[in-house]
């Protein structure tokens, strides 16, 4: 079984920053891609940052420059490092891997329950 775990969240004003973290944990063989995505109330849950198991990233267009993606492969973890936010950055974050694991050797995508980034004054 694997499992993703965000953590990070919380309030911040605007023009602040915040880093969020996703560890992977459980029966991991291999960890490809991972990501960061987003979510709002009556909205499809969109890609915020890309990162690929070579390194390459990519970005939505509404947060270039001001986000950035990385990972800890010792660790397993991925991290979002979040400055300049903008209440419209407000939303549930969650993280996605696209993990081999030791059940039957296949890579599926696994998602984290998300954490909540409120931009506000």
Avoid: H
């Avoid at 915020?48 to 950035?68: E, H, I, M, P, Q």
Wanted: charged share 20%.
């Amino acid at each position: 079984q694997v499992r993703l775990v965000e953590s990070g969240g919380g309030l911040v004003q605007p023009g602040g920053s915040l880093r969020l973290s996703c560890a992977a944990s459980g029966s991991i063989i291999s960890i490809n891609a991972m990501g960061w995505y987003r979510q709002t109330p009556g909205k499809q849950r969109e890609l915020v940052a890309g990162l690929t198991n070579g390194g390459k990233t990519n970005y939505a267009d509404s947060v270039k420059g001001r986000f950035t993606i990385s990972r800890d492969n010792a660790k397993n973890t991925v991290y979002l490092q979040m400055i300049s936010l903008k209440p419209e950055d407000t939303a549930v974050y969650y993280c996605k891997g696209t993990i081999r694991d030791k059940t039957d050797f296949i890579a599926r995508d696994y998602w984290g329950q998300g954490t909540q980034v409120t931009v506000s004054s």
